[in-house]
């Protein structure tokens, strides 16, 4: 049974950064699609970015383009969200998500496609 754990979060000021990692465990995540996904109190969750882990290949929100680099280690089995010049609409619980995809070549930026998600770790940008 896959299972997914983020870690990373905090409470930052504006224009700062942070590093959220997703570490998996019970199963490689190299046939897997990772995604991110946040949702701030009172908003829907919204999708973040993705990645291919076999390829490294990505996909970004316009939202946050740019600003956020997502990018994967399959040696550690962990996927990571690198997030600059932070702004308080980036507040929210961060979640990472699991998608099997064999050999697909493309991550989905579309959040019912994922199976499996961890508990989410809050990020607050504040000043």
């Known amino acids: 049974q896959l299972m997914l754990e983020e870690s990373g979060g905090g409470l930052v000021q504006p224009g700062g950064s942070l590093r959220l990692s997703c570490a998996a465990s019970?199963?490689?995540?190299?046939?897997?699609?990772i995604g991110w996904f946040r949702q701030a109190p009172g908003k829907e969750r919204e999708v973040v970015s993705c990645i291919t882990m076999w390829l490294g290949s990505t996909r970004t929100a316009d939202s946050v383009k740019g600003r956020f680099t997502i990018s994967g280690d399959n040696a550690k089995n962990t996927v990571y969200l690198q997030m600059n010049s932070l702004k308080p609409e980036d507040t929210g619980v961060y979640y990472c998500a699991a998608d099997y995809l064999g050999l697909q070549t493309m991550c989905q930026l579309y959040g019912p496609a994922y199976e499996h998600w961890g508990q989410g770790t809050q990020v607050t940008v504040s000043s």
């Open positions: 019970g199963s490689t995540l190299n046939y897997y699609g």
